[in-house]
C-alpha cells in the first residue's frame, strides 16, 4: 500500500462525472475543416511550413518551430491547406491567433510514418527527437513541450515519476476514459518516460472516485515496479503540487518546479501520445475530449482531430441550442467561457461543459466579507484568500505579494466556498496582472532611464570631441587667417572690399589670376616650365580644399545643430528658439560656403578648360 | 447565440451568509428552551424585542447611508446580534436596558463602522458592556431566579408587563443573584460548602444554568458540525479558562470551582456564539485559538480579581483589540515555503 499524505484545504463539490462516463470514447469522425492554431503549447509559435492550396497527407508536418522552444503541428488528416489565417483559438480572452485550415479530401491518407519497434535499442536523445517531432506538448492544461520537460537539468535528478490520473475536476472524465480504455498505451507511454528518466519510483495517482479506471491499470501494470496509488476524492488533488504532496510528502519550493525535489508529473493523455508516436510513429493529431453539461443530450468522450471546431463535438453530443447558457472550456472550476463555438479542439482540450443556466447559475451579487475564514479552510496552497483579498481590492499590492499571492495555483476552492458570493479568483487575477503591468512599467522605466543615461553620456562624449575640433579649426583658421591677412592687405591695396565673401572671391580670382598666368606663362614651347615664384600651382590646390573643408565643417555643424534642435523641440526645452537661430544661421552659413566651393570650381574649370590644350 | 461569459470558478457552494447566520440562529434555540424552561419568559421575551429592534435599526441605518435595505436585511447578521443580546441581558432587565444595547450595537458598532464586516468589535458584546456600565442596578438585580416555568415562575404576562413597565429592578421574589455572583462574593467569608447551600446552585452545580449551558455546548457542536464556526476559538477559550482555573484556583473554598466557571455563567453561550462572530475574531486557526485562549484567560481573571461576577463582554472585547495584532503574527505557512511570512513588507515581523 502506498504511503500518502494529506494536503490542506481542499474541497468537494458534487462530481457530475457519472454523465460524461456511461458511453465509451466515441471517434468524432473528420469535420468539414480543421483549424489548427500555430501555438498550442508554452514556448515559441510554430511556423507554417506548408503554402496555401498545398496537399498534405495525414501525420505530415505542416508547421514547426525552427528557433525557440516549441513542437511542431501535424495534418490530423489528408487535405488541402485552404489558408493561413487569424481565427479564434481557445483562449480566455477569446482572442484569435494564427491558423492553419485544412479542408479534408475524406482519404484519409497517411504520410510515411516509421514505428520503432525496440526503442531501447536507440539513444535516449533519439528518442526525445521522436516525442518532439510527434508535436508532443502536455496535454493536461499548460502545454509545456514534453520533450523538454523530459530532460530536466543534470542536477535535477528524477527521482520519482508520477503519471497524474487524478483528474479532480467535476465533469472531466477524458482521462478516466483513456485509462479505462487504453490503460496498455497509458502504461507503455509511462514506461518510455521512465526509460528515459531512470527513477528510482514510477506511481500513478488516481482519485477514488475512478474505480474501472483504478482495476484497468492494475491489470495493466501487473508484475511492473508501478505503484498504483488510489488517493481520496477532494479538490484539487490533481493540482500538480497538490498530487506531489500526497503521493510523497513532498513541497515543490515557493517559484521552484517538481523537478527541484526530485519529482516529475506527467499527463495521462501525454503518456498515450508518447507511445502511439514511439510505436505507431504517430504524431499528436487526435486526444480524448469531454463534452458534457445539461445541454447535451448524449454527453460522453470523443476521440476528436486536432482542430476539429467544438460546433462540431457539441452536435454529435446533441447539443440543445435553445438551453445552453454557457460554454466551458475545461472544468467548472478552473474553465473558462468560450464566446464561440467555433473555436477549435488543441492538444490542451480536455473538456466543454454545454452548461444550462440552472445548472452553472449565475452567481448571487457579491456580499461583505465576513472573514469568517472558509476560505483559507479550503485553500490547498494554505494562503490567506481572505487578506490577499483586501489588499488587492485596496490595490495594495506589495502587501498582497507579501502574502504570497504569487503561489496562488487560482484552483477556485476559495470562491468556490465563500459565503458571501466574492469572486476572489477574480481579484486574484487582477492584482497578478497589475503586478505584472507594473513590473513591465518599472523595466520599460529602467530602460528609458538607462537610455537617457547613455544619451547623456554620448552628449557630453560629442561635446568634448566638438570641443577638440573646434580648437583644431581655430588653430586652421588661426593659419589660414595669417594667410588671408596676407592676401587681404594686398586685396586692399587693390582697393576691393574684404568682407569674407569678396575676400573669398578675392582669392579665388587670384588663384585663377596666377593660373592664367601661368598658362600665359607656360604658352610659349619652352620645354622647362619655368614656376612663377609669386603664383606655384601648388597653391592652386589648398585653395579648393580649405573650401570644401570649410563647407564640410559648416555642414557637420549644421547637422549637430539640428539634432541638438530635434533633441530640444522632442524635450521641449526652452532653448529651442535660439537654436532655431543658430540653425538658420549656420543654414546660411553652408549655403555661403557651397556657393563660393561651387563659384570657385566652375572658376577653376574655366581655367583648366582654358589651359588643357597645353598640357 | 451569445454564452454567458464569466470568470472561473463557475460552480459555488450553496450555503451563503444568510444561510450561515439562520444556522446560527437555530442552533441557539435549544440554549434558549432551556433559558425559558429553567427562568421563565424573560430570555425569550427579551430576544424577541431585541431581533425585532435589531433589525429596525439595521434598516433605518441602511436607509441612512443610501445602502440597499432589503440586501441587507436578508443576511440575518443584525438578527443574529439581537439574539445574542437577547440571550445574555437578565431576564427582567427593563426594556430600556435592552432598547439602548441593541441599538448601540447595532448603529455604533455595527453600521457607523461601515456596516456588516467592517467593525472591529463585536456589536452585541459592545452593546452588553455599555449597560452593563452604565445601568449596573439594572444589569445586576434582575436575573431571575431559577424555577420551572410550569412550576413557580412568573407567567408570561407578568413577565411582559415587567420589562415593559420600565422599572429598574423586578419584584424582589423574582429575582436572585446569580450562582457566579453569589460565589464570588460569599467565599471570602464563607466555606464552599456553606454558599453552595444557596438556592442559587440547586442540587446539582448551578441550578438551571447546567442546562442552559449545557444546550448552548450542543447548539456549538452542531455549528462545528456543520462547519459554520471552526473549533479553534472554543477550544482556545475553554482551554484557557481551564487552564487558569485549575492552575490558579483548584481551592474551591477560596475560588469558584471551575465546574461553576464552565458551566454557571455565559461562558458556553459566549465559547460558541459570541466569540466565533467571525468579523471580529482573528482569523487563522493559529490565530483563533490564541484569540480564544486570551478571551478565556481574560474571563478567570476578570471573573476571579475583577469587579464583575462575569466578563465574557469585556473579555471578547479586549481581545477584539488585539485582532490586528494576532492576524500580524499568525500567518499560515504558505505551501512551498520555510516559513510563514509576517508581518508588512519589508519588515521582518
Avoid at chain 1, 545 to 559: D, H, N, P, W
Avoid at chain 2, 234 to 247: C, D, E, R, T, Y
Wanted: with cysteine; hydrophobic share 40%; aromatic share 6%.
Amino acid at each position: 500500500m502506498t504511503q500518502l499524505w494529506d494536503f490542506s484545504g481542499g474541497i468537494h463539490p458534487p462530481e457530475h462525472k457519472d454523465v460524461s462516463t456511461a458511453r465509451p470514447i466515441r471517434n468524432a469522425g473528420v469535420p468539414d475543416y480543421l483549424i489548427l492554431p500555430l501555438q498550442q503549447h508554452i514556448g515559441d509559435p510554430a511556423e507554417a511550413i506548408v503554402e496555401v492550396g498545398e496537399r498534405v497527407l495525414k501525420g505530415q508536418k505542416i508547421a514547426d518551430v525552427k528557433t525557440g522552444m516549441g513542437v511542431p503541428v501535424h495534418a490530423p488528416t489528408s487535405g488541402v491547406i485552404e489558408s493561413i489565417a487569424d481565427y479564434p483559438v481557445p483562449h480566455p480572452s477569446g482572442m484569435a491567433d494564427r491558423c492553419i485550415t485544412l479542408k479534408p479530401d475524406g482519404e484519409d491518407q497517411w504520410c510515411q510514418r516509421s514505428p520503432v519497434k525496440d526503442y531501447r535499442a536507440l539513444e535516449r536523445d533519439q528518442v526525445l527527437q521522436i516525442i518532439r517531432d510527434a508535436g508532443i506538448s502536455g496535454m493536461g492544461g499548460a502545454g509545456f513541450p514534453t520533450n523538454i520537460k523530459l530532460r530536466p537539468p543534470r542536477d535535477r535528478k528524477v527521482s520519482t515519476l508520477i503519471l497524474n490520473g487524478a483528474e479532480c475536476e467535476p465533469y472531466i472524465t477524458a482521462d478516466d476514459m483513456t485509462m479505462r480504455e487504453k490503460a496498455d498505451e497509458v502504461v507503455a507511454g509511462l514506461k518510455i518516460m521512465a526509460w528515459i528518466l531512470r527513477p528510482e519510483r514510477c506511481v500513478i495517482g488516481i482519485e477514488d472516485n475512478k474505480p474501472e479506471a483504478i482495476a484497468a491499470l492494475r491489470k495493466a501494470t501487473e508484475g511492473t515496479q508501478t505503484e498504483i496509488a488510489v488517493i481520496p476524492t477532494k479538490y484539487p488533488s490533481g493540482g500538480e503540487k497538490q498530487l506531489i504532496q500526497i503521493l510523497t510528502g513532498m513541497e515543490v519550493p515557493s517559484g521552484g518546479i517538481p523537478a527541484d525535489i526530485g519529482v516529475m508529473c506527467q499527463n495521462i493523455g501525454t503518456a498515450v501520445a508518447v507511445a502511439q508516436a514511439v510505436f505507431e510513429g504517430t504524431p499528436l493529431i487526435s486526444r480524448v475530449v469531454t463534452i458534457t453539461g445539461e445541454a447535451v443530450r448524449e454527453p460522453g468522450n470523443f476521440e476528436a482531430l486536432i482542430g476539429t471546431p467544438i460546433e462540431h463535438l457539441l452536435e454529435q453530443a446533441g447539443i440543445n441550442q435553445d438551453t445552453v447558457s454557457r460554454l466551458v472550456l475545461g472544468g467548472p472550476m478552473m474553465g473558462y467561457t468560450l464566446t464561440t463555438e467555433a473555436v477549435p479542439v488543441i492538444k490542451t482540450t480536455n473538456c466543454v461543459i454545454a452548461a444550462t443556466a440552472t445548472e452553472l447559475p449565475a452567481p448571487p451579487s457579491e456580499q461583505p466579507c465576513i472573514r469568517c475564514g472558509q476560505c483559507a479552510e479550503a485553500c490547498p496552497m494554505e494562503l490567506l484568500p481572505q487578506q490577499l483579498f483586501w489588499h488587492a481590492k485596496a490595490t495594495e499590492f506589495e502587501k498582497a505579494e507579501h502574502l504570497n499571492l504569487f503561489d496562488c495555483i487560482e484552483c477556485g476552492a476559495c470562491s468556490y466556498v465563500c459565503p458571501s458570493s466574492i469572486p476572489l479568483v477574480q481579484y486574484y487575477r487582477f492584482a497578478k496582472g497589475e503586478i505584472r503591468a507594473q513590473q513591465a512599467e518599472q523595466l520599460k522605466a529602467d530602460r528609458a532611464r538607462e537610455r537617457f543615461e547613455a544619451r547623456q553620456a554620448r552628449l557630453e562624449r560629442e561635446q568634448q570631441e566638438k570641443e577638440l575640433r573646434r580648437k583644431e579649426r581655430a588653430k586652421a583658421a588661426a593659419e589660414a587667417a595669417a594667410k588671408k591677412q596676407a592676401e587681404a592687405e594686398k586685396a586692399a591695396a587693390e582697393g576691393e572690399a574684404v568682407d569674407e565673401r569678396a575676400a573669398k572671391s578675392a582669392l579665388v580670382e587670384q588663384a585663377l589670376a596666377r593660373k592664367k598666368a601661368k598658362a600665359e606663362a607656360s604658352q610659349p614651347p619652352a620645354p622647362s616650365a619655368q614656376p612663377t615664384p609669386s603664383a606655384p600651382p601648388a597653391e592652386q590646390k589648398p585653395d579648393i580644399e580649405a573650401l570644401e573643408k570649410q563647407l564640410t565643417q559648416a555642414r557637420s555643424k549644421l547637422e549637430t545643430m539640428q539634432g541638438m534642435l530635434d533633441d530640444a523641440k522632442a524635450q521641449q526645452a526652452d532653448n529651442v528658439e535660439k537654436l532655431e537661430r543658430a540653425v538658420a544661421k549656420n543654414h546660411d552659413r553652408v549655403q555661403r560656403a557651397e556657393e563660393a566651393l561651387s563659384e570657385a570650381r566652375e572658376k577653376l574649370a574655366a581655367g583648366s578648360t582654358e589651359s588643357q590644350p597645353t598640357h | 447565440m451569445a454564452f454567458v461569459q464569466q470568470s472561473s470558478p463557475h460552480a459555488h457552494s450553496a450555503r451563503p451568509t444568510s444561510r450561515v447566520m439562520l444556522w446560527v440562529l437555530i442552533a441557539a434555540l435549544p440554549g434558549l428552551l432551556a433559558q425559558t424552561l429553567f427562568f421563565g419568559w424573560g430570555n425569550l421575551i427579551n430576544v424577541v424585542f431585541c431581533v425585532g429592534l435589531a433589525i429596525a435599526s439595521e434598516a433605518a441605518l441602511l436607509k441612512l447611508r443610501k445602502k440597499p435595505v432589503a440586501f441587507f436585511i436578508k443576511d440575518n447578521t443584525a438578527a443574529v446580534t439581537g439574539l445574542l443580546l437577547g440571550l445574555s441581558l437578565p431576564q427582567f432587565a427593563p426594556w430600556w436596558v435592552s432598547a439602548v444595547a441593541v441599538i448601540s450595537a447595532i448603529v455604533v458598532a455595527k453600521q457607523l463602522y461601515g456596516g456588516l464586516g467592517s467593525n472591529p468589535f463585536n456589536p452585541a458584546m459592545v452593546g452588553y458592556a455599555l449597560v452593563l456600565v452604565s445601568f449596573p442596578v439594572a444589569m445586576t438585580t434582575n436575573w431571575a431566579e431559577p424555577a420551572m416555568l410550569w412550576d413557580g415562575a412568573p407567567g408570561f404576562g407578568e413577565t411582559l408587563a415587567t420589562i415593559a413597565s420600565g422599572q429598574q429592578t423586578a419584584l424582589d421574589g423574582w429575582t436572585m443573584a446569580t450562582p457566579l455572583d453569589e460565589y464570588k462574593h460569599k467565599i471570602n467569608t464563607h466555606t464552599a460548602a456553606e454558599v453552595l447551600n444557596h438556592p442559587t446552585f440547586g442540587a446539582g452545580i448551578a441550578k438551571g444554568w447546567e442546562w442552559v449551558n449545557a444546550a448552548f455546548l450542543a447548539g456549538g457542536l452542531l455549528l462545528i458540525g456543520l462547519r459554520i464556526i471552526s473549533w479553534h476559538i472554543p477550544a482556545g477559550f475553554l482551554g484557557g479558562l481551564i487552564v487558569m482555573s485549575v492552575a490558579f484556583g483548584s481551592n474551591a473554598d477560596l475560588y469558584t470551582p471551575l465546574s461553576l466557571h464552565l458551566l454557571a455563567g455565559g461562558t458556553m453561550l459566549g465559547a460558541f456564539f459570541i466569540a466565533t462572530d467571525p468579523v471580529s475574531a482573528a482569523t487563522s486557526h493559529q490565530g483563533k485559538l490564541i484569540y480564544g485562549a486570551g478571551i478565556g484567560i481574560l474571563i478567570y481573571l476578570i471573573r476571579t480579581w475583577g469587579n464583575y461576577p462575569d466578563a465574557v463582554a469585556f473579555s471578547v472585547l479586549l481581545m477584539n483589540f488585539a485582532v490586528p495584532f494576532i492576524d500580524h503574527y499568525t500567518p499560515p505557512r504558505t505551501y512551498g515555503h520555510h516559513k510563514a511570512r509576517r508581518g508588512v513588507p519589508g519588515s521582518q515581523g
